[in-house]
């Protein structure tokens, strides 16, 4: 391994422009070398957008990263794996030297320049978070701004590692990741860190328990009529006359279900009736439904009814065939 003091001062040297490989959010990854990091991130946000990685840190990686450039941005690392060691430094100077047990976590302002000292392999997922997105966040509720957000590294947060392995697959099959769904978290860590960390009052003051009559309704028409499509939270919200965070809460409270778990439940209803009504192949089904492709289609609909989509039809008694357009513009309908 490297010297620290040695690296931090001197830093490695940049690699040509022409060799740069970067994606939104990927800050942290840059600075430690990793090319083609796993990346997701939100589009429905004005300003700004919340981006996530999962880094993974090998050999290749120990020792002292690379500087990260400074900007106004909230990083917040999870820590999938231990690591006995580790250490944060700012202008040469050591800032943070500690270990992480799988799950914890730290949170940093990029507003200083950092690099780290790798001193073990281990694997993190990073919520990258500008402040602007917190302010928008924050005016769009009518709350103050939050100065900072204030978090002890090695904190055992439950509701940021629920959140974390609830994103896992997103990288696995990134194909898969809709848009609703990145949306639905990035709006759950945005205001839980600015709750907890950045001192806002409690979620949900003073606002309604759930969608009123009307709300419910144009939500439920708005989501039954885009079902193929990868709509956003955002689009949901504008709807109902809402903001992001307050939706999803109040969707949840009037369904039992977050808009991207009712919207999946919707579109197995509509695999099941032309797979029971068409003759349109598996495959065909799952690109009409808003499904990725037929394995994804499998995957979640073997979830939600117990069987695969391939034994569900085979047990269907055939019936009248129905024309494969108006199945898919009509309204909603449960086979069983």
Request: with cysteine; glycine share 8%; charged share 20%.
């Amino acid at each position: 391994m490297r010297n620290p003091e040695a690296d931090v001062i001197a830093g490695p040297p940049a690699p040509s422009a022409g060799t740069e490989r970067r994606v939104y959010g990927d800050a942290v990854a840059h600075s430690l070398g990793v090319d083609e990091v796993p990346a997701l991130k939100t589009r429905s946000l004005r300003t700004a957008q919340v981006g996530i990685t999962r880094i993974s840190c090998g050999l290749d990686q120990l020792g002292m990263t690379r500087t990260i450039p400074p900007e106004d941005t909230f990083i917040i690392a999870l820590y999938l794996t231990d690591v006995a060691h580790h250490e944060l430094w700012s202008h040469g100077k050591r800032v943070i030297a500690q270990g992480y047990a799988a799950n914890s976590m730290r949170i940093v302002n990029l507003e200083r320049e950092y690099s780290a000292y790798i001193a073990a392999p281990h694997e993190t997922v990073c919520f990258y978070i500008p402040r602007a997105v917190l302010n928008e966040i924050t005016d769009e509720a009518g709350d103050r701004r939050i100065p900072d957000l204030v978090c002890a590294p090695g904190e055992a947060d439950a509701v940021v590692a629920h959140l974390g392995a609830a994103v896992l697959p997103c990288f696995e099959r990134p194909a898969e990741a809709s848009t609703l769904f990145i949306d639905q978290i990035a709006s759950a860590i945005c205001s839980h860190v600015a709750h907890r960390y950045g001192g806002l009052a409690p979620d949900g003051a003073g606002e309604p328990l759930g969608l009123s009559a009307a709300q419910e309704r144009r939500a439920l028409e708005f989501l039954s009529g885009r079902f193929a499509e990868d709509v956003s939270v955002t689009d949901v919200a504008r709807e109902c006359a809402l903001s992001r965070g307050h939706f999803i809460r109040a969707f949840r409270l009037t369904t039992g279900l977050t808009p991207h778990k009712w919207l999946q439940q919707y579109r197995v209803q509509q695999a099941k009736r032309l797979l029971r009504g068409s003759p349109a192949a598996i495959a065909e089904v799952a690109l009409l439904c808003g499904f990725a492709d037929q394995s994804h289609l499998t995957r979640i609909f073997t979830r939600l009814v117990g069987i695969s989509p391939a034994a569900w039809r085979k047990a269907q008694a055939v019936r009248s065939p129905i024309d494969l357009g108006a199945a898919i513009c009509s309204g909603p309908h449960d086979p069983d």
